[in-house]
């Protein structure tokens, strides 16, 4: 195995290993989510037009608990089932990505994960730049680059793995 793939390999369990911190975190107190993470203040009432399932999201939160209900009692844009949900998105990530370490010459699971890696740097652009959400602050920020910098890897990193003579896919037949 090439010394990319095993540099890429210990890359994909560190950042795994500092997901499942997040997960622990998001559980734990949901506060951080709104205090370090998704800061930004955005102007709910002219949101742009986001279908028709956003518009039955915002009736059926006007009609069980009131106009002011797309925010927590706190005036905050995250609450504790938003915060649960993200945790398992992470921790799912987390292991997707540590499976990925393990078994790097899967081509199936390598796909997957790089997805994962595309997958969070939409989301937190979105959040940044169409949601307003999130705030350009190093807790953004840092999630943008493990993605960005995931994404170069493993794209880097699939050309050693065509590369590779021999793969284990071969070996099994």
Known sequence: MSRFLNVLRSWLVMVSIIAMGNTLQSFRDHTFLYEKLYTGKPDLENQPGLGFVHIVEIWMQEQTHGLGSLRDGCGHSVNGLQARTFGIWTLLSSMIRCLCAIDIHNKTLYLITLCTFFLALGHFLTELFVFGTAAPTISV??????????????????QYLEAEPGSRQKKRN
């Open 141 to 158: 920020l840092a999630p943008l680059v493990v993605a960005s910098s995931s994404i170069l890897g493993m794209l880097v990193g699939l």
